[in-house]
């Protein structure tokens, strides 16, 4: 089969702890970028998963509101009935 180069760009820490870790494993870099593409490939998926910080920045941010909103009530208005609540915004 042939052979063919592909370039990786990343932060030089980074390579540095991805060159320990695959030293590690007793492998190379490109041997661990080959079973990731092997797998990845055959299983037609990412073959890990990838998710963002929960909550993210946004979402504290809200929880954070609600939560100031909760402690001072002059803040914010809270509802027990929803048509009431709809009535109020639709006006």
């Known amino acids: 089969m042939a ?6 760009r990343m932060d030089a820490e980074l390579k540095r702890q991805f060159e320990a870790f695959c030293a590690d494993m007793g492998m190379s870099m490109t041997t661990a970028f080959c079973v990731f593409a092997k797998k990845a490939v055959r ?3 990412i073959p ?6 929960i909550p993210n920045e946004e979402t504290r941010k809200a929880m954070e ?12 208005k809270s509802y027990t009935d929803v048509d009431q609540m709809m009535k109020e915004l639709l006006g």
């Open 65 to 76: 509101e609600v939560r100031q909103m909760k402690a001072d009530p002059s803040l914010g």
């Open 48 to 53: 890990f998963e990838i998710g963002a910080e």
């Open 3 to 8: 052979q063919t180069s592909v370039n990786i």
């Open 43 to 45: 299983e037609y998926r």
